[in-house]
């Protein structure tokens, strides 16, 4: 039997029979297509991942990874191409921890200008995430662990509808 390569990090989008699935939620949507734009950060002619906001609150969607990102060596710093036209917060959660791992975030701000590279520091920026009541929401927390679940929400709290594309989403 032959098996599909694995979604794991680096996501290019690009790679032969691998399933980009991206489940979306409160009102999002998702797909692969050509890059509408092959201009400043990303002036490749490639395949980008779509998502569309409806213009509801905490849109977003999730990769769920064969491979999970593994924080627990020195290197915890996530890079990503991203494209919208208006300014707009990205924020990205790491969630599923193999091992039980606390749920955190990072949030980085489009400048709404095409193509931009966007850095997550999870060793600076990090914070605790919603799960179950507080616990301890927004403090500072450092990921250590591996994570098979990466969310994506495009301003989660506001109401901005349009589409954006993601693309070379790295470690």
Do not use: C
């Not at 507080?134 to 901005?160: K, L, S, W």
């Amino acid at each position: 039997a032959t098996s599909s390569p694995a979604l794991e990090l680096p996501i290019s989008f690009d790679i032969e029979g691998v399933n980009y699935a991206f489940g979306t939620f409160n009102g999002a949507s998702y797909e692969v297509v050509d890059n509408p734009d092959p201009t400043g950060a990303n002036p490749d002619v490639s395949k980008v991942g779509a998502i569309t906001n409806s213009g509801a609150q905490f849109e977003g969607g999730a990769f769920n990874l064969d491979t999970p990102v593994d924080f627990s060596g020195d290197n915890k710093i996530i890079a990503m191409k991203f494209w919208s036209t208006v300014p707009v917060p990205i924020l990205l959660k790491f969630e599923g921890g193999v091992n039980g791992e606390r749920q955190n975030e990072v949030v980085s701000n489009h400048t709404g200008n095409g193509w931009e590279e966007l850095t997550f520091d999870f060793a600076n920026d990090a914070t605790k995430s919603f799960i179950d009541g507080n616990q301890g929401v927004g403090e500072p927390f450092v990921p250590t662990g591996q994570y098979a679940t990466m969310v994506i929400f495009i301003d989660g709290p506001g109401f901005t509808a349009g589409t954006f594309y993601m693309d070379d989403i790295i470690q």
